[in-house]
């Protein structure tokens, strides 16, 4: 069921977030200053082919391509990568979307989508994958994303799997990663066709919401799992700031448990929560959770019915979706502005 795994998923991040090492989730360890969010083309490939004269843009990756990822490691590819396996849902989300899921020898237990990455055999958690089942999948390469965090990364490179690492935290990493990923596996045409999408879904929020006065702003309190939210420095909180939004968790840093009288105090004028989420212990929805707390009547988003759900899976993976989630929290926060 997708309610268990979703807890199990919240509890991975919870237990990663409140680490010492670690301020939240998506924090990368040990990685360069200008790499900090993904990794980057240790020297610029050249692109051979360039442009089609009829306008049609058919990149061609140069190999040998280096690449250094988020921890800083630097790889060189002498050609695109033929068997590759992801252990990261978002990730995986990027490889079916620049059309390399025919090269896919394997993900992680919560890889659900598209609807052929559930047929890929299963490689075990996000965060501690299977070794044996890594190693026995033979990949060329293994995509990682915010969820593992540096020991286990050096632990299977430590068992020679080649294992590459992505650690997103705005919109723009995510893009970047995009092109990166499509300089890796010689798909620079599909990567840039995404990165276009998703750059003019931005946009069209931006745009919807630009003139939106400092003072007008309405203030906006998510809930992504039951008594967790976010405070700066994810790309959650940005999709709020992007949207128009003032996030009253803002004075925290990473994914924290919810103070309820803060919450009540600072009396957000929306709510946004993930949709169909139901809790494994109380077998209530999110929102009915919400609804349901004791002095949270009292708060304006409640009070005016102003809770709106966003899928839970797009909000949460920093992959080729998380416009798709800035759009619904946008049409959430101001539905008039944004249709």
């Not at 990663?16 to 090492?21: R, T």
């Not at 900090?36 to 004269?53: D, L, N, S, T, W």
């Amino acid at each position: 069921m997708w309610d268990n795994r979703w807890n199990k998923l919240k509890r991975s991040i919870a237990v990663v977030s409140l680490s010492a090492a670690l301020a939240a989730v998506m924090v990368g360890c040990g990685a360069k200053d200008k790499l900090e969010g993904q990794g980057e083309a240790a020297a610029p490939p050249k692109a051979g082919g360039g442009e089609v004269q009829a306008g049609n843009a058919a990149k061609k990756t140069v190999y040998p391509l280096k690449v250094t990822d988020a921890t800083g490691k630097e790889f060189v590819f002498a050609k695109a990568p033929e068997r590759i396996a992801s252990v990261s849902p978002a990730e995986t989300e990027t490889l079916f979307a620049l059309g390399l899921g025919d090269k896919i020898v394997g993900v992680s237990d919560f890889c659900d989508y598209p609807a052929e990455a559930k047929a890929k055999p299963k490689l075990g958690s996000i965060v501690k994958p299977n070794e044996e089942a890594l190693i026995a999948a033979g990949a060329d390469l293994v995509v990682t994303g915010v969820s593992m965090q540096t020991p286990a990364v050096e632990k299977l490179r430590g068992l020679k799997v080649n294992l590459f690492k992505l650690e997103p935290k705005t919109i723009n990493d995510v893009i970047r990663n995009v092109r990166m990923m499509g300089q890796i596996f010689d798909r620079q045409e599909q990567a840039e066709k995404l990165a276009a999408s998703m750059e003019a879904d931005r946009k069209k929020v931006t745009d919807a919401v630009k003139d939106v006065a400092p003072e007008q702003k309405k203030k906006v309190f998510i809930e992504f799992s039951p008594g967790w939210t976010v405070g700066k420095g994810e790309f959650i909180d940005e999709l709020i700031t992007l949207s128009g939004g003032v996030n009253v968790a803002s004075s925290e840093k990473g994914y924290v448990k919810i103070s309820e009288e803060k919450i009540i105090a600072a009396n957000p004028q929306v709510i946004l929560y993930p949709k169909n989420l139901i809790d494994d212990q109380s077998k209530k929805t999110l929102d009915q959770i919400i609804r349901e707390r004791s002095g949270w009547n009292q708060i304006e988003a409640v009070k005016s019915n102003k809770l709106a759900g966003v899928d839970k899976d797009t909000m949460s993976r920093p992959g080729p979706r998380i416009t798709q989630a800035l759009v619904e929290f946008a049409k959430g926060i101001y539905p008039e502005r944004v249709k």
